[in-house]
């Protein structure tokens, strides 16, 4: 801070700049990532969210029993849509692997920014709070040297009137 602002990073200069206005530094992670997302990026997120939940695999894995259920019991009979060894369905599952494992990846580079995001936050954080704990040091140290000097110049003046009252001179009315 001695060296003025040129030194700093523009994080740096943005929490004194909140400081000196006396504003809060902190922001909502989630509020600033919503502000700056595009739609794929919403789009990726859910897929993610849902692909990786209970009811998706609870869902599929009902899909997948009626898929062999259909083609191997009710169709069976007439050679099926899809017999087994299922080909069809291999090729569907291995469509949906190769589509959603890009969008899950997608998603967790997003949390990887937003991680990212809120270090950032936090950094920022703890950089005011680290400048007003200074502060509040050099006010304390302040006020511990004003309380001092008022201490000794109470002695100061004590130390005088005993003094005149045991008839010793005045240190400051002796020469060097």
Known sequence: M?????????????????IAKRCHV??????????HQTFGERLADRVAQLGGSWGFILVFTGML???????????????????YPYIFLNLILSMVAALQAPVILMSQNRQAARDRLAAGLDY???????????ALHEKLDRIRME????????????????AKAVGIHSMKSVPD
Do not use: C
């Open 2 to 18: 001695e060296a003025g602002l040129e030194g700093l990073s523009e994080r740096e200069r943005r929490v004194i700049l909140h």
């Open 26 to 35: 902190s922001r909502d992670v989630n509020r600033v990532l919503v502000e």
């Open 65 to 83: 029993g009626a898929w062999v259920v259909v083609n191997t019991v009710i169709l069976g009979r007439a050679d099926g849509f899809d017999p």
């Open 124 to 134: 920022e954080i703890n950089l005011k709070a680290e400048v007003e704990i200074m």
């Open 147 to 162: 309380s001092l000097e008022g201490m000794l110049e109470a002695q100061s003046v004590r130390i005088e009137v005993i």
